[in-house]
DNA sequence: CTAGATAGGTCAGCAATACTGACCATGTCA
DNA sequence: TGACATGGTCAGTATTGCTGACCTATCTAG
């Protein structure tokens, strides 16, 4: 696996760089979504049922048009999951006080506690990954993701994501 | 979607910052796949497909065994896909030169340029986040995400990621 | 040389996720 | 009233992944 380069060419170093940043993406994701895929797989619901759950829960009496365009899906892939979580008592459901089509989106208490569960999983990872690479090295890390997405979506995600905290 | 909080309570801060930290590997990952996939679906290939060629692309040689424990699935998945590329002559394969049991794994020029097209999207997207935020926010970017893997994994990804550079 | 381990393939069956397309019910609002 | 929007549902399909079972070729140790 030799590969030749010229050490002096910058060309080179910044496609290595770019490459760096793919292929960190792809094992950060691997290892970030496994785990808890085991953990899924134990309450028979799938990653899927995790997103719903987890983006209800973080923004509370949401819509499904809202929960939509967070997960990017179609309403039939949402609709299969929100009915499964619905039926085993994860999440209820109310018409909206204004438009009455509307449904709004709750976690029950059952709903609360899995996806505590859940999450906190995926968040002693982040606490230990913050805790050895320090406050300066998480901003850095903000940054990029922020720079990574669309820039069409790059405002309401910011504001989405700092939004019920600071 | 009022939540209450109190502002001097460290422990809701640190929720909340490692909320954000899920919500972002959720929505980078989302962004970063989506214009991909659009590309691939043109080539009639999937996201598995396009994990294949990168990492043969990344590891040229490798054997099936070797891509097996980076892509961390099982060989009948893998083998499925390695199929579909050697069928459409992306992939060529030689056996081992010690251990001819092995089959070693390599892009062929339609391969590469194929491969080259795709990285080449997502390369300009990190190339564009890295460009807005810094050199410094990329090592951040870059020490977070070997924090969020896997402490069996790191040693060897890092190993890897820098592997054919520097 | 033989036995067991290893690299890899293949077949069958199954599940989760997501898609498109078509169609319907219910509300809102001009 | 009619156009539009929210949402559900049914049907069919593709992709990706899994488990389990079994096969071949090859290597290696005794």
């Known amino acids: ?6 050490p002096a060419n910058p060309l080179f170093l910044r496609d290595e760089e770019l490459r760096q940043g793919i292929e960190l993406m792809f094992y950060a994701y691997r290892d970030f979504t496994f785990e808890i895929d085991q953990l899924l797989k134990h309450y028979q619901l799938g990653r899927a049922h995790h997103r719903a759950l987890y983006f209800i829960g973080r923004h509370p009496g949401q ?10 899906v179609t309403k039939q892939s949402i609709s299969r999951v929100l009915k499964d979580l619905l ?5 209820e459901q109310k018409s909206g006080p204004r438009d009455r089509r509307e449904r709004r989106l709750w976690l029950t208490e059952k709903g609360q506690a899995l996806e505590r569960e ?9 606490a230990r990954a913050y805790r050895e690479t320090g406050a300066e090295a998480v901003e850095g890390f903000r940054k990029v993701m922020l720079g990574l997405l669309d820039p069409v979506e790059r405002a309401e995600v910011d504001k989405r994501v700092r939004g019920s905290g600071r």
């Open 1 to 6: 696996m030799v590969e030749t380069r010229s």
């Open 63 to 72: 819509t499904v048009g809202h929960l939509l365009s967070i997960l990017k």
């Open 87 to 91: 039926e085993q008592g994860y999440v």
């Open 118 to 126: 859940l999450t906190d999983r995926q968040s002693q990872r982040f």
